[in-house]
């Protein structure tokens, strides 16, 4: 199985910060790589597919990058709603299989 | 509008079985990828089990030989037959549909239902 690995994995911010989470493949799986937020108690919810691929209504200060092994989400300027637990997950081959999650928490 | 709403969750023996729903509106699910995704507590997601259009299935290592995924198309929904149930299984189970262009992604979630196995 190929395994995900998040760095880090929690941090604190404050609004209005640039933050950069990190995701790194076992393997190689192209661009196969997508992202979700998730808060207590709700599902997770889709924010970038593809790498880096904006889902439909998601706001244009997330965005997402990298291939291959190496991947970043970033969030432009943090808001309060944007203080959730962010999930890779990748898709290049079964089982599909998630991140253990970066943790974001308010400073 | 889309959504997917999870029934059949509790509190189960181990050992004991279960049936877990996820039904549909918005869309056909015999018409798309549907999967089960779960969540022990305080952990991260884990795939569990996808159907295809074509009705193939697949399973994650950890419940092949004991869960069943299957769909009803009169009832647009979806099912997870458990089965030999363990405190390992003790999670939320989400519904989710796979999204299957170019790439695959979980692109519509259903609010989950959470399986304790305890005695």
């Known amino acids: 199985d190929i395994q995900m690995t998040h760095s880090p994995s929690s941090l604190s911010a404050s609004v209005g910060d640039r933050l950069t989470i990190t995701c790194r493949a076992s393997q190689s799986i192209s661009r196969y790589l997508n992202w979700y937020q998730q808060k207590p108690g709700e599902a997770p919810k889709l924010l970038i597919y593809?790498?880096?691929s904006l889902q439909s209504g998601v706001p244009s200060r997330f965005s997402g990058s990298g291939s291959g092994t190496d991947f970043t989400l970033t969030i432009s300027s943090l808001q309060p709603e944007d203080f959730a637990t962010y999930y890779c997950q990748q898709s290049y081959i079964t089982p599909w299989t998630f991140g253990q999650g970066t943790k974001v928490e308010i400073k | 509008e889309v959504q997917l709403v999870e029934s059949g969750g509790g509190l189960i023996q181990p050992g004991g079985s279960l049936r877990l729903s996820c039904a549909a509106s918005g869309f056909t699910v015999s018409s798309n990828y549907m999967t089960w995704v779960r969540q022990a507590p305080g952990k991260g997601l884990e795939w569990v089990s996808v159907?295809?259009?074509?009705?193939?299935?697949s399973y994650a290592d950890s419940v092949k030989g004991r869960f069943t995924i299957s769909r009803d198309n009169s009832k647009n929904t979806l099912y997870l037959q458990m089965n030999s149930l363990s405190a390992d299984d003790t999670a939320v189970y989400y519904c989710?549909?796979?999204?299957?262009?170019?790439?695959?992604?979980?692109?519509?979630w259903g609010q989950g239902t959470l399986v304790t196995v305890s005695s």
């Open positions: 593809a790498a880096s």
């Open positions: 159907i295809y259009t074509d009705g193939r299935t």
């Open positions: 989710a549909r796979l999204f299957d262009t170019a790439i695959q992604y979980f692109d519509y």
